[in-house]
């Protein structure tokens, strides 16, 4: 549920927003920025898949040593279409997973398998500071450890898990409590029109796949826009609550 990696000590962490299939533009723009993947790390905020172009693609860059991701709603989507393709088939369907549903049964599996290996959760550090990296929302007053989870109750996780994929209430009633424990969080799931920060939570979804741009950050540059934006009135404008 929470993989915690060691700090990178030879290149640069980069923080890229929901890809959705838009592996071009991705590819594209860490070249445009001089990513060397033998030193740099892509951190990713989960939704590699749907809507775009390239789902496979992107989902294969899970195998990549230098890339990173949490789970987003559309790879819980798939696999859930995998392991019953009745009633969340059609679901997913209509979420741009139609993709997913017309490729051959082995192909499905392992694309299915794959996007099972992707964790709820990120712990990057970072110039001395304790990233987290959540897709949807985290509602917790602070940050989970290892060790709160082992001993976490069932049910518990599970309100959990469905915050982390699904949950968007932070940013839908403009909440800026802190989350202890992290520095700083970064989210993607709902798209906004430019990166935002309430409390100490990042959004970081501009929609590739519609009509905005594909966000790539820089930790430099992610901590430097988050101690500027902190200092403002939040800046939210949300274009659609997509999922």
């Given at each position: 549920m ?9 290149g ?14 991705l590819?594209?723009?860490?070249d445009?920025?001089?990513f060397?993947?033998a030193?740099d790390?892509?951190?990713?905020v ?16 899970v ?13 819980q ?12 088939a ?6 741009g ?10 192909v499905?599996?392992a694309?299915?398998e794959?996007a099972?290996?992707?964790?709820l ?6 110039g001395?500071?304790r990233?987290?990296?959540v897709h949807?929302?985290?509602l917790?007053?602070?940050w989970i450890?290892?060790k709160q989870l082992?001993?976490m ?6 309100d ?5 994929l ?9 909440t ?11 989210c993607?799931h709902?798209?906004?029109e ?13 929609s590739?796949?519609f009509d905005?741009?594909l966000?790539?950050l820089?930790?430099d ?10 200092k403002?009135e939040?800046r939210?404008g949300v274009?659609?609550?997509w999922c």
């Amino acid at each position: 549920m929470l993989k915690v990696l060691d700090d990178n000590t030879r290149g640069q962490d980069y923080f890229v927003g929901d890809l959705h299939g838009c592996y071009e533009e991705l590819m594209h723009t860490l070249d445009h920025l001089g990513f060397d993947p033998a030193r740099d790390r892509l951190i990713s905020v989960g939704d590699l898949v749907d809507r775009g172009p390239d789902s496979g693609k992107c989902l294969e860059l899970v195998k990549a040593p230098w890339f990173h991701a949490v789970r987003g709603n559309h790879e819980q989507m798939m696999i859930d279409c995998h392991l019953d393709p009745g009633d969340a088939a059609y679901d997913y369907v209509m979420s741009g997973g139609d993709w997913f549903v017309h490729s051959a049964p082995d192909v499905q599996r392992a694309l299915a398998e794959l996007a099972d290996t992707l964790p709820l959760f990120l712990q990057v550090p970072l110039g001395g500071r304790r990233i987290g990296v959540v897709h949807g929302d985290f509602l917790e007053t602070a940050w989970i450890t290892l060790k709160q989870l082992k001993r976490m109750a069932a049910d518990k996780q599970q309100d959990l898990r469905q915050t982390a994929l699904w949950g968007r209430s932070r940013i839908s009633r403009g909440t800026a409590q802190p989350v202890k424990g992290v520095d700083l969080v970064v989210c993607g799931h709902t798209v906004v029109e430019a990166v935002c920060v309430l409390g100490n939570v990042l959004y970081i979804d501009t929609s590739a796949c519609f009509d905005g741009s594909l966000t790539v950050l820089r930790g430099d540059q992610l901590l430097a826009l988050y101690d500027l934006e902190k200092k403002r009135e939040p800046r939210i404008g949300v274009y659609g609550l997509w999922c």
